[in-house]
């Protein structure tokens, strides 16, 4: 399938007055059409930021300091981070929409959903208000709020997590979006809404068709969704790949370690489970060389500690890997 994403070299860094916090240093990340692709990682890598970056949502002190973000438009590429505010508007939510964890945040709590809704349709698409109101109560029904026409007249905080977090689903989708962002979209509910949610992002994207760029902290998650993931580590994409060949075969210590540390998925049988080792490191205290040398269990002194590992493609089809040692398994 044709690219409708590319990210190249994002970084977005936050000016603090203790120094400089790289949170995206470096993400390279293609998006298909059609396609689900999990972004995962251990909080604190990155990986919000990075989403939101790709959309231009990036609130001071953070700052978007280089790179490029091309989305596929009618008319050929548009550059996100350099297109004018009218061409950055018309992307979001038409072409590439987002979902939070927190939907509380992204509602008006002064606004009735349906008036949101409808409101999101508006700005987008030469509609008539009883229009774009009709299309709201049929979307609020898609992503299966029971009663949507009564729903529709209800204020945020009449509503559960669960509902809310369907409802900001059908804002996303309001516009016909090619790819939904979804930030953690379970992460803040109860395990039984978490998979009715995921349950429901899985049939919206097969009925019509767009790509999905799933965040997510949880590979379980990951397993269940997507076609394809990028694992993140400290602002960067330390390998990318078919899901199933990546959790089958990980190349990058890093992976290695988040699948051990979780059961069933890449643990064999009779091998322990364990945490990561160690921790994300602090943010202004960025290890020189590889940035996962302290934690890695494959630390080569005076290598890893020294060259920062460029992103590595081969010798397995579609996969980039950041570790000094896949370029020694090169073909
Ligand atoms: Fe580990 Fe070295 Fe590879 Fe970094 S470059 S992941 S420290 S082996
Ligand atoms: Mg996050």
Redesign the pocket.
């Known amino acids: 399938a044709e690219t409708i994403l590319e990210i190249r070299d994002l970084r977005t860094h936050f000016e603090l007055e203790d120094g400089v916090v790289r949170a995206v240093d470096g993400v390279d990340l293609d998006i298909r059409r059609g396609e689900v692709v999990a972004v995962v990682g251990e909080s604190g890598c990155g990986k919000s930021v990075m989403a939101r970056s790709a959309l231009r949502l990036v609130d001071r002190p953070g700052r978007i300091v280089g790179g490029e973000v091309r989305v596929r438009t009618d008319t050929g590429w548009a550059d996100v981070l350099t297109a004018d505010g009218r061409t950055v508007r018309s992307i979001r939510g038409a072409r590439v929409a987002m979902v939070f964890q927190e939907p509380m945040t992204s509602m008006s709590p002064m606004h009735t959903l349906g008036d949101q809704i409808a409101e999101a349709i508006l700005l987008h698409e030469p509609v008539t208000k009883a229009e774009a109101r009709a299309r709201t109560v049929e979307l609020l029904g898609r992503v299966g709020i029971p009663a949507p026409e009564r729903r529709a007249g209800e204020y945020p905080f009449q509503m559960s997590g669960g509902m809310l977090q369907r409802a900001m689903i059908a804002m996303a989708l309001s516009c016909g979006p090619e790819l939904l962002i979804a930030d953690e979209p379970t992460t803040a509910l109860d395990v039984t809404t978490q998979a009715q949610i995921l349950d429901l992002l899985r049939s919206l994207q097969r009925d019509t068709g767009m790509a999905l760029m799933l965040i997510t902290h949880d590979l379980g998650v990951a397993a269940q969704l997507a076609d394809r993931v990028a694992v993140m580590y400290l602002g960067a994409v ?1 390998e990318h790949g078919d899901l199933a060949d990546v959790f089958r075969r990980p190349r ?3 992976t290695k370690a988040l699948l051990r540390s979780v059961p069933r998925l890449g643990a064999r049988p009779r091998e322990r489970l364990r945490p990561v080792r160690g921790m994300v490191p602090p943010p202004y205290r960025r290890p020189d ?5 302290p934690r ?5 002194a005076g ?3 020294v ?1 920062v ?1 460029p992103p590595v493609t081969g010798p397995e089809a579609g996969r980039a890997v ?5 370029e020694e398994t090169r073909a």
Not at 296 to 300: L, S, Y
Not at 322 to 326: A, D, H, K, P, T
């Open positions: 330390v990058h210590p890093y060389g590889c940035p996962f040398h890695c269990e494959e630390f080569m290598r890893c500690d060259t590992p950041r570790c000094l040692l896949y």
